[in-house]
């Protein structure tokens, strides 16, 4: 096994999603696919159970991953070890607020990895060299490059009446103590059917909503990620197909910093791919 193989094992247990993992790793599905078979083969166990919306890690991959992980970092430290202090190029970069964490340690990392650019966090709403935002929020000044698309879903505590639905409509929720969200775009959820709605807190951050929820304070609705990454709520379709698309946005007026072209430069030629590849590539997880 090399360290490419071990990064890639740790973006599909992260993602839970090969066609994702490939992606943040800005390689082809097929790339990730052979990479974890090799794994497999090595290791001699089979660590990803595949279904339709992804795979599963096995208990193999659970124990191998914190070892992978100790690894990846160990690699990465030994590398930095003894690099010499350049000339470092400031790059602010804004985030929205409600990115999940797997996905926001996902697009950091490659970025904090570099000891040529000192990166600076600031809000969506601040002035930055880019930011990574849903296409909603898009300015007539920016260009957006996608970088994933995803759902929003119910997310319940375990033990609420309606985690035993699989699937809730907007009448389910008349009554119910909602967890409502800043900066998001859970109305569309509301808007065709506008019943009385019961707020029982405004959550400032998804961190905060999902502890709320987990709490039994309320039922938030949250992007996917957000929910499927927290192992302490219920998560539940909802009837109305209300998606976001997330993506990297920067003004066409100003130069970016080469750190950001190079990401942008990724992105683009992950997009390109001939139409068939990114069939192939749909049709596997």
């Not at 003894?82 to 602010?92: E, G, M």
Request: net charge positive; with cysteine.
């Amino acid at each position: 096994m090399d360290i490419r193989e071990l990064r890639y094992f740790a973006a599909v247990y992260r993602e839970r999603n090969l066609t994702a993992a490939a992606r943040v790793c800005f390689v082809s599905q097929p790339s990730i696919s052979t990479a974890i078979t090799h794994l497999e083969a090595e290791l001699g166990t089979t660590l990803f159970i595949r279904h339709k919306r992804g795979v599963a890690p096995t208990a193999s991959a659970e124990q191998f991953h914190t070892l992978a992980r100790r690894i990846i970092d160990e690699t990465d430290a030994a590398r930095s070890l003894f690099r010499r202090p350049s000339t470092k190029t400031n790059v602010t970069l804004g985030l929205m607020r409600t990115l999940d964490v797997p996905r926001t340690i996902a697009l950091l990392k490659p970025l904090t990895a570099r000891a040529d650019i000192a990166l600076r966090l600031v809000g969506s709403d601040e002035r930055a060299d880019a930011r990574i935002i849903s296409k909603s929020m898009l300015r007539a000044d920016e260009h957006f490059v996608a970088l994933w698309s995803e759902r929003y879903v119910a997310a319940l505590p375990p033990s609420h009446p309606l985690a035993l639905k699989e699937k809730l409509r907007t009448a389910d929720l008349a009554g119910v103590p909602l967890i409502d969200r800043c900066h998001c775009e859970q109305s569309e959820f509301f808007r065709r059917n506008p019943q009385a709605r019961q707020t029982a807190a405004i959550a400032q951050s998804e961190d905060w909503a999902m502890a709320l929820v987990a709490a039994g304070v309320g039922i938030a609705i949250v992007p996917e990620g957000v929910a499927r990454g927290n192992p302490d709520v219920a998560v539940r379709e909802i009837e109305v197909k209300v998606k976001r698309e997330v993506g990297l946005a920067y003004r066409a007026s100003v130069p970016l910093p080469d750190a950001l072209k190079d990401l942008v430069s990724k992105l683009r030629k992950q997009r390109r791919k001939p139409a068939g590849q990114r069939s192939r590539a749909r049709g596997k997880t």
